[in-house]
């Protein structure tokens, strides 16, 4: 299946993907005012006879200097593959406020 392989300074942080994702997106985003920048890597599952969900796999802050490598991999090997939360979206018959539910999967966890 596609991955996102994210490493930071040269340390793998996560391999985002599933079999039932949709979508998949790693961004870096900075706010000079603040001086900060924040890494997150999300993107968007279907499972099966379910509604499709939000899908989280990593955010982290960023420092000047940092290097942020993103790479799109081929990649079988469920144990490197964590997913930290979904977030289901209600439909328009449910409440506004968003349905959490953690995903207690284990395997090789990015830090």
């Known amino acids: ?57 990593l955010t982290s802050s960023a420092a000047i200097g940092d290097v942020v490598q993103i790479r799109l991999i081929e990649s ?6 964590v997913l930290a939360e979904v977030i289901w979206k209600p439909s328009r018959l449910e409440r506004w406020d968003s349905i959490r539910m953690r995903v207690l999967w284990q395997g090789t966890q990015g830090r």
């Open 76 to 81: 079988d090997n469920r144990r490197n593959q």
């Open 1 to 57: 299946m596609l991955c996102l392989e994210v490493t930071i300074n040269g340390e793998q942080r996560v391999c985002a993907g599933v079999a039932i994702a949709q979508t998949l997106n790693a961004s870096v985003t900075a706010h000079p005012g603040f001086n900060q920048a924040w890494i997150h890597v999300d993107g968007e599952i279907a499972p099966e006879g379910q509604p499709n969900a939000d899908a989280h796999w």
